[in-house]
């Protein structure tokens, strides 16, 4: 795997790709809770939201949106939408820097900025 490392673009270390389907209310258990996801819609459907019932929010999904968060903190999920959609969601394991030796990273602080 660390052979890929040189010519992996991305700081992200997985990409899914979830066509026409729902997702049920989940956290994501393979990263960590500072690590945010990118998730990006594409397509063509009636109106969508994306929903984190941990902070009561719901945001419109329409295509070309995109949204970052901490997934393995905050539960979230979408419903179901007629037409044709897919989400490229793309997020981080743990088990993949640890197995390339790659540090985790920590929570930020204040004091991490120079001011």
């Given at each position: 795997m660390s052979s890929i490392l040189l010519i992996w673009n991305s700081?992200?270390?997985?990409?899914?790709?979830?066509a026409n389907c729902t997702t049920p209310y989940?956290?994501?258990v393979n990263g960590q809770q500072q690590w945010l996801d990118?998730?990006?819609?594409?397509?063509?459907y009636l109106p969508l939201?994306?929903?984190?019932?941990?902070?009561n929010l719901q945001f419109r999904y329409n295509p070309r949106t995109i949204i970052t968060m901490p997934g393995s903190a905050l539960e979230h999920g979408?419903?179901?939408a007629d037409g044709n959609h897919a989400c490229v969601a793309y997020y981080m394991w743990q088990n993949v820097h640890q197995s390339v030796g790659i540090p985790?990273?920590?929570?930020?602080?204040?004091?991490?900025?120079?001011l």
């Open positions: 700081v992200y270390t997985s990409i899914s790709i979830m989940h956290r994501d990118m998730l990006i819609m594409v397509g063509h939201d994306f929903i984190v019932p941990t902070l979408v419903g179901y985790l990273c920590t929570s930020p602080h204040m004091s991490d900025l120079q």
